[in-house]
C-alpha cells in the first residue's frame, strides 16, 4: 500500500503539477454538475479489484470529475456563500494533509494546535471577548451551532442541580436564522421558538423584549439560549446584538450568534461597530471558509468561558485518561474538548497560514474591498432600467429583482448563464416573491463582471 503507483514518483509529481497549475489558474473554469448517466458513462467503474493506478485515476478527475465541479472560487461564483480561498491557504493545505497530525489533542498535535489558538485568539479579540476566551475549528457552521447549544443546554442543566435533566429545553431564534439551527433543534430534541423580525429580516431589542414577554411562563423557564445572528445568509443583515445580550442577561439565557458569514466583517474598522454586542455573548461563530479565505471545510467557534464547553463536551473512556489526568493536563488544551467531536482534523492550520503569511491587515483590506464592491454593485443596480434594489446592503449580499419576469425566468437565466460558463447567481425568495440575490466575498471580483451579468438580464 505504501508504493501509490509503478512509478510512484510520477505520481507525486503529476499531483504537485495539478496543484500548482489550479492554484494558479485565473479565471478558473467556472464547470457545472452533469447528470449521473453522464458521468457513468465517461468515467466508469473507478472502484476495481486490480485498480487503476495513481496516475489514471488522476487523469479521470482531471478530465471527468472536475469539470463537473463547480468553481467555488471562480469570481462570478455569486451564490449561497462562494469561497475565495488565498494561496498561501491552499497550498498550506497540502501541508496538513501530507503531515498526518491528528489535530484533537495537545499531547499529539501541541504545535498545530498552538498556531490554531493564535488564529482563534485573534478573533476572539476582534469580537472583543476576555483573555480567558477560546475555543476550536470545527467542519462549519452546522458543527459549530450545534457544539455551542450543546453547551448551552449542560450550563443550562448544570445551573439546576439535576431538576432540568429531563427537561425538554427551548432555543429562542432571529426569524433569518440559519437552516442549521433548526437542524441542531431537531437534532437536540430541543423546541425552536422563532422571533418576528423587520421587514429586512433583522431582529430588534424592542421586539424581542415583547415576545419574550408575552411567552407563557411556563415555556420561558424552558428557554436555555437566544440565538441572534450576525449576517443573515439570504439578506446579509445583522441582528440587534446589543438588544439581544440586554434579554438573555435579564432572563439568564446563554447567549450565541451566529457569525458563519457575517462575521468576517469584524476585520473592517469601518463595518465593526455594525456588530455592537457580540462582545457580550457566551459563544459565536465564524467559517473561514467564507469571507476569510480559507478553504473548505474551517469554522471557529469561541465560548466565553471555555470550562463550560468543556463540562459538555469532554469525552471519557480509559483510554483517553492520559490526556485528561494530571497536573499538566489543566494546563493543556485538547481541541476534541470543545465540540461535538473526537477525531479531528487541524483544520484550522490553512486559516493561521493564511494570515501568518499576509498579515491582518491584508485581510482588513481584502473585507473593504468587498463590502465597496457590494456597494458598488448596488449603485449598478439603481442605475439600471431593467433590474430594482430590495434593499441597501448591509454587509456584501445584495438582493433585486429583475422586472417583469417569473418564477421560471429566474430559473431558466440561471441555468443558461451557468451552462456558457459565464456565471453562477441562482434564485432565492424574499417575502414570499422569486428574486436574485448576489454575495459577495471574493476580492478578485470586478464591477466589471458585475455590470456583465446585469447586461446578461436584458
Known amino acids: 500500500m505504501h508504493e501509490l503507483d509503478a512509478e510512484p514518483e510520477a505520481l507525486f509529481d503529476a499531483?504537485?503539477?495539478?496543484?500548482?497549475?489550479?492554484?494558479?489558474?485565473?479565471?478558473?473554469?467556472?464547470?457545472?454538475?452533469?447528470?449521473?448517466?453522464e458521468l457513468q458513462a465517461f468515467a466508469g467503474e473507478t472502484i476495481t479489484p486490480e485498480g487503476l493506478g495513481g496516475l489514471q485515476a488522476l487523469k479521470i478527475f482531471e478530465d471527468i470529475l472536475a469539470p463537473a465541479t463547480i468553481s467555488v472560487d471562480h469570481a462570478k461564483y455569486l451564490s449561497f456563500v462562494p469561497a475565495a480561498p488565498t494561496e498561501a491557504s491552499i497550498l498550506f493545505d497540502l501541508v496538513v494533509g501530507a503531515s498526518s497530525i491528528f489535530g484533537g489533542s495537545w499531547l499529539e498535535g501541541a504545535g498545530a494546535v498552538f498556531a490554531e489558538n493564535q488564529a482563534l485568539r485573534w478573533l476572539a479579540d476582534l469580537a472583543g471577548l476576555p483573555p480567558e476566551a477560546g475555543g476550536v475549528f470545527v467542519s462549519g457552521g452546522t458543527m459549530g451551532n450545534l457544539s455551542a447549544l450543546i453547551a448551552a443546554r449542560h450550563t443550562w442543566r448544570l445551573m439546576a442541580d439535576g431538576a432540568r435533566d429531563a427537561t425538554r429545553g427551548v432555543i429562542v431564534l432571529s426569524a433569518g436564522a440559519h437552516s442549521s439551527l433548526m437542524s441542531a433543534g431537531r437534532a437536540m430534541d430541543a423546541d425552536i421558538v422563532k422571533v418576528p423580525s423587520d421587514e429586512q429580516g433583522r431582529m430588534h431589542g424592542d421586539e424581542l423584549h415583547r415576545f419574550v414577554e408575552a411567552m407563557p411562563a411556563a415555556e420561558r423557564e424552558r428557554v436555555f439560549a437566544l440565538v441572534a445572528t450576525s449576517g443573515t445568509t439570504n439578506s446579509g443583515v445583522i441582528d440587534e446584538l446589543d438588544g439581544a445580550a440586554d434579554v438573555?442577561?435579564?432572563?439568564?439565557?446563554?447567549?450565541?450568534?451566529?457569525?458563519?458569514y457575517g462575521a468576517a466583517a469584524l476585520c473592517s474598522p469601518t463595518a465593526r461597530p455594525k456588530f455592537a454586542g457580540i462582545e457580550r455573548c457566551d459563544s459565536f461563530i465564524v467559517d473561514p471558509h467564507k469571507w476569510l479565505f480559507a478553504p473548505f471545510d474551517c469554522c471557529a467557534l469561541l465560548y466565553r468561558n471555555p470550562d463550560l464547553a468543556r463540562a459538555a463536551h469532554t469525552q471519557h473512556a480509559e483510554y483517553l485518561d492520559v490526556l485528561h489526568d494530571g497536573e499538566m493536563a489543566r494546563l493543556e488544551w485538547n481541541p476534541s474538548d470543545y465540540a461535538h467531536h473526537l477525531s479531528r482534523r487541524a483544520r484550522g492550520l490553512p486559516f493561521w497560514f493564511s494570515l501568518a503569511t499576509h498579515g491582518t491587515d491584508e485581510y482588513a483590506r481584502a473585507i473593504d474591498t468587498t463590502l465597496a464592491t457590494a456597494k458598488g454593485a448596488a449603485r449598478l443596480i439603481d442605475e439600471a432600467g431593467h433590474v430594482e434594489l430590495l434593499m441597501e446592503p448591509e454587509l456584501s449580499v445584495v438582493l433585486f429583482?429583475?422586472?417583469?419576469?417569473?418564477?421560471?425566468?429566474?430559473?431558466?437565466?440561471?441555468?443558461?448563464?451557468?451552462?456558457?460558463?459565464?456565471a453562477f447567481v441562482v434564485p432565492t425568495t424574499w417575502a414570499g416573491e422569486t428574486v436574485l440575490r448576489f454575495c459577495f466575498v471574493n476580492p478578485l471580483t470586478t464591477l466589471q463582471q458585475v455590470t456583465e451579468i446585469l447586461d446578461s438580464m436584458r
Open 248 to 260: 438573555a442577561s435579564e432572563n439568564g439565557w446563554w447567549l450565541h450568534v451566529d457569525g458563519a
Open 401 to 422: 429583482r429583475r422586472l417583469g419576469w417569473s418564477a421560471q425566468h429566474y430559473q431558466d437565466w440561471s441555468d443558461s448563464v451557468l451552462a456558457a460558463g459565464e
Open 15 to 37: 499531483i504537485v503539477d495539478y496543484t500548482i497549475r489550479r492554484v494558479r489558474l485565473y479565471p478558473p473554469p467556472l464547470d457545472h454538475a452533469r447528470p449521473l448517466a
